[in-house]
T-cell receptor, first 112, second 113 residues
């Protein structure tokens, strides 16, 4: 079955702009988590959605938000972009009973 | 805040050598996972260890979970260039439920032919 799909793969934005990233989980998976990966901080948890509800949130400012649709697809939005938001944003989906997180290839965001 | 410390941060060795990387925390996790990430890709799960003292083998890779479920190690025997990548450990905070994974910063491993 198809894996986790993230679009777009690459983005370049200007400071102050906003951006929306998309994630389609593995078919049947209802849990979607988002992570930010940077060389300095590594992988940091942003938030998790399950059945359209945010279940947990990491320690990120309110400029980072997300949502999940009824078909389990998820989007995350970053408003008022800062240079420090440049990172690889990874989405992962899990089955209800599984521990394993299946990651997409990520979206590489560059803020200039 | 639960933190996972991985060591070493970088490791470059010759093909055929053995190596061990470590993942340590002051917190207890219900289980711990190891992932490998290659450039341009997302992390891929290698193993999940659940029971304190558990040892799992995956071909040339041996994973161990500490008795107190606070630390783990990954041992690679006879490393090959295909083992090159970023190795990440991740703590699972609850029974696979609502909490996100807590990741270490990873060990960058380079196996030179």
């Amino acid at each position: 079955k198809a894996g986790v799909t993230q679009t777009p793969r690459y983005l370049i934005k200007t400071r102050g702009q906003q951006v929306t990233l998309s994630c389609s989980p593995i078919s049947g998976h209802r849990s979607v988590s988002w992570y930010q990966q940077t060389p300095g901080q590594g992988l940091q948890f942003l938030f998790e959605y399950f059945s359209e509800t945010q279940r947990n949130k990491g320690n990120f400012p309110g400029r980072f938000s997300g949502r999940q649709f009824s078909n389990s697809r998820s989007e995350m939005n970053v408003s008022t972009l800062e240079l420090g938001d440049s990172a690889l944003y990874l989405c992962a989906s899990k089955s209800r009973s599984g521990f394993e997180a299946f990651f997409g290839q990520g979206t590489r965001l560059t803020v200039v | 805040t639960q933190l996972l410390e991985q060591s070493p941060q970088f490791l470059s060795i010759q093909e055929g050598e053995n190596l061990t990387v470590y993942c340590n925390s002051s917190s207890v996790f219900s289980s711990l996972q190891w992932y490998r990430q290659e450039p341009g890709e997302g992390p891929v799960l290698l193993v999940t260890v659940v029971t304190g003292g558990e040892v799992k083998k995956l071909k040339r890779l041996t994973f161990q979970f500490g008795d107190a479920r606070k630390d783990s190690s990954l041992h690679i025997t006879a490393a090959q260039p295909g083992d090159t990548g970023l190795y990440l450990c991740a703590g699972v905070n609850s029974g696979g439920g609502a909490d996100g994974l807590t990741f270490g910063k990873g060990t960058h491993l380079i196996i030179q032919p």
